[in-house]
């Protein structure tokens, strides 16, 4: 056969069409089905036919090929024999695509009965007694879109993506179906994925994946027919609808071919509910960026949004399941963040001079502890902040579990200022020592730091020995009182148990001891064992009576609440990206803080200008005595406190304990002509508050593309963490913005409406009635 071997020749053949002859004698043919056949160099009429009779699900009986000459539309051609076979290929040699036609003989003594589909009426039609079948020739087209001229050879071994486009599909297939032009807007792109007769794929499977998604795009479900390793035969699944398709493999290749396309449906397409033909993976493929994107996106909101974008109707279950397996492949991005650990810090110091970015691994490689600190808050809490800093700690859930512990300052307008934060594996006293260690290495000062922390978990052994006498530690209030009502023993009613937490709140706030031992006394008429424990509990870490820090009047450590809302919107990233969304987060907020503060007018921060010109007002009211050198006695209503101006003191320690002038204080100054915002603390100034948010945190450029980078020799490679998430749903503490009060973690206890008895109600008591 004269057909060179680098070239693969086509024969697109319809069937069941008929013939129309024009005035001038030539024919031209309407109707029928068009298949595909490839042509290969050895191939004889024998193996043509059978080829044929394959791919229209027919015998070779009976069979008759015609084709007709080049540039002859009048005459057809008979092929009986090979050598008639030879010449027919030899006379399309330079073409690319052969135009036959295929006839079926009739039966002796049988009227030839024609099985078509239904067409529209002919002016003229050539009686034959076989049906007959003709090839359309078209450029094809290549993935540039550039098109092919019909007598430039392909390499059908060599060349990609090509999409030949033989029977252009009908611009309306779907004429009865009624789809809003609002929704489906993403299916829109898989809509020419499909385009017909002689289109190429690289694989069945690339075959089957575009037919998916273009019955999508079309809302239109179908059926195999057959769907085998060589060839694949669907239609529409609407009953009596035409629309079907049969791809198959090209010999000697792997590539899949369209051998048969019937376009048009006269099916009702979507109607009430749009047909989806895909699996849990197949939905999980397609939403992984967006559960990647947003880890904690809802199924009824993955299931609204495939009905909006792609017109795919899911249930709550399947959308869940689809996200479980998005999930499941995203997997192996959380792996591959821990191994970009190493280079992620080197960019976090590289971009962010000054900073520091540390991380260690156990003794398997497997991930332990990550410190990050950027400048910008380094030098922050440095120039701006107060020396008091907030230690706490939250769950993160994450693939692999772990805690975030914080170290949060406050500003000038008592706002929460993130200064370093850490990911541990487990909130340990090893790892806060570790934490604690690294963080004495950036907020480093020459006075002492004021730290609001609980008192357990080494906490208070790991303070004393990092910082020794360069600190305070003011125990967390609220952590105190969740262990007060933990350790009270006994059978304590709701009411009584609020009242001693009040009382424990009342006392640390006490700025004098009379007012602390009358707080206590009330403690010990509810319980003695409780008042025992409050006096045990080392007040002098707690009581404004007896702490010799300074802490603002900030009783908890809670004041981290900013970096709780953060995590709980990035804490199912991979670790890289969760850090650099949490960088991410920093960075606008010191940014927007430090454009806000150019809009203010005052002297101070708008939430200390407000208390102090409500002490302003309480100052008018306030009687003064001169007592001798620096000191005066004040009276306001029944109280008398002895001011000292010069020492900004008062008795009434308000003026220590916030840092602001008391009444007292401001009436002192005022009656001397001097400016009660000259004797305000530092802190509490604009400009100072200015000096906080004065650098900024820079971005850390394609975080996602890390591990394109290649390790250097000797580089540790980390791996995650051994814990994995537990089935069920992580605890995870709710804290509201503010301070903590004693309503905040007290649950109301059950009480029998028999007994009285506590811990259980009236159905379950076990009281014996008498």
């Not at 047909?275 to 397609?286: E, H, I, M, Q, T």
């Not at 996106?297 to 017109?311: F, N, S, V």
């Not at 009379?514 to 424990?533: G, L, M, R």
């Not at 007002?617 to 005595?625: D, T």
Request: glycine content about 6%; overall charge neutral.
């Amino acid at each position: 056969m004269a057909i060179v071997p680098s070239k693969k020749m086509i024969a697109i053949c319809q069937y069941g069409g008929d013939f129309d002859t024009h005035d001038d004698g030539s024919m031209s043919y309407t109707g029928g089905e068009a298949y595909a056949v490839d042509l290969d160099e050895n191939m004889q009429l024998s193996g043509f036919k059978q080829e044929i009779a394959e791919t229209i699900d027919s015998t070779v009986d009976g069979m008759i090929i015609k084709y007709f000459l080049p540039g002859n539309k009048k005459n057809l051609i008979t092929v009986s024999k090979d050598k008639d076979f030879q010449r027919m290929v030899n006379y399309y040699k330079e073409a690319d695509q052969l135009e036959v036609f295929i006839m079926k003989e009739a039966p002796p003594g049988k009227t030839t009965k024609k099985k078509q589909p239904a067409r529209r009426p002919q002016k003229t039609t050539l009686q034959k007694p076989e049906t007959t079948a003709m090839v359309q020739v078209t450029p094809i087209q290549t993935s540039d879109n550039n098109a092919v001229a019909l007598n430039d050879p392909i390499d059908i071994q060599t060349a990609t993506d090509i999409t030949p486009a033989a029977v252009p599909i009908s611009a309306n297939p779907f004429p009865m179906a009624v789809i809003d032009s609002d929704e489906r807007m993403a299916a829109k792109q898989w809509e020419n994925l499909i385009t017909g007769v002689g289109q190429r794929f690289h694989s069945l499977a690339e075959f089957r994946e575009a037919l998916r998604k273009f019955s999508i795009a079309h809302a239109f479900n179908f059926v195999y027919k057959k769907n085998e390793n060589q060839r694949v035969t669907v239609k529409c699944k609407a009953e009596g609808c035409p629309w079907r398709i049969h791809a198959s493999k090209l010999s000697t290749t792997q590539l899949v071919c369209i051998k048969t396309m019937r376009p048009v449906h006269n099916c009702q397409g979507v109607t009430s509910k749009a047909p989806f033909r895909a699996k849990r993976s197949w939905v999980g493929n397609l939403i992984k960026e967006k559960v990647k994107e947003s880890p904690k996106i809802k199924p009824k909101d993955i299931a609204t949004e495939l009905k909006r974008d792609y017109g795919i109707d899911l249930n709550y279950s399947q959308a869940r399941r689809a996200k479980e397996y998005a999930r499941e492949q995203l997997l192996g991005s959380y792996k591959d963040a821990y191994s970009e650990l190493p280079f992620f810090c080197e960019k976090i110091m590289e971009t962010n001079p000054g900073s520091l970015a540390t991380f260690s691994t156990k003794e398997d490689s497997s991930f332990h502890r990550l410190f990050v600190s950027f400048h910008a808050s380094i030098s922050g809490f440095l120039q701006g902040c107060r020396p008091l800093l907030f230690l706490d700690s939250t769950p993160l859930n994450s693939r692999y579990q772990g805690m975030l512990l914080t170290a949060t300052a406050a500003d000038g307008d008592d706002g929460a200022f993130p200064v370093a934060f850490a990911v541990v594996d487990e909130e340990t006293a090893e790892n806060w020592r570790w934490f604690l260690t690294e963080l004495k290495l950036v907020v480093s000062t020459p006075g002492q730091i004021t730290f609001v922390a609980d008192f357990q978990k080494g906490l208070r052994e790991s303070l004393r020995e990092i910082f020794g006498g360069e600190c305070y530690h003011a125990y967390c209030l609220g952590y105190l009182a969740e262990k007060l009502n933990k350790d009270l023993k006994g059978h304590f009613s709701h009411d009584a148990r609020r009242l001693m937490v009040e009382d424990l709140y009342a006392a640390a706030h006490a700025p004098k001891l009379e007012a602390f031992e009358k707080c206590t006394e009330d403690i010990k008429a509810i319980s003695p064992e409780a008042y025992n424990w409050v006096i045990r509990s080392e007040p002098e870490h707690w009581a404004n009576t007896f702490f010799g820090g300074l802490r603002y009047n900030h009783m908890t450590s809670n004041f981290g609440h900013l970096f709780y809302s953060w995590v709980s919107e990035a804490n199912e990233l991979p670790i890289t990206q969760m850090i650099d969304e949490l960088r991410g987060k920093m960075m606008q907020l010191i940014y927007t803080r430090r454009v806000d503060s150019t809009q203010w007018l005052t002297r101070l921060t708008p939430s200390m200008e407000e208390k102090l010109k409500n002490e302003i007002l309480k100052a008018r009211s306030v009687q003064i005595l001169r007592s001798h050198g620096s000191k005066f006695e004040v009276r306001f209503g029944e109280s008398v406190d002895i001011v000292d101006i010069e020492n900004w003191d008062c008795s009434c320690k308000g003026w220590l304990l916030t840092g602001l002038p008391c009444c007292h204080a401001i009436a002192v100054l005022e009656s001397y002509g001097r400016s009660p915002y000259d004797h305000c603390s530092r802190y509490f100034h604009v400009e100072t508050y200015q000096l906080t948010y004065a650098d900024s945190i820079h971005p850390i450029p394609n975080v996602e593309r890390l591990m394109d980078t290649e390790p250097e020799d000797g580089a540790v490679l980390v791996t995650p963490p051994p814990t994995m998430r537990t089935p069920g749903r992580t605890k995870i503490r709710k804290v509201v913005a503010g301070r903590i009060g004693p309503s905040d973690f007290l649950k109301r206890q059950l009480q029998c409406g028999k007994c009285k008895g506590l811990g259980h109600n009236k159905r379950s008591c076990k009281e014996i009635d008498e």
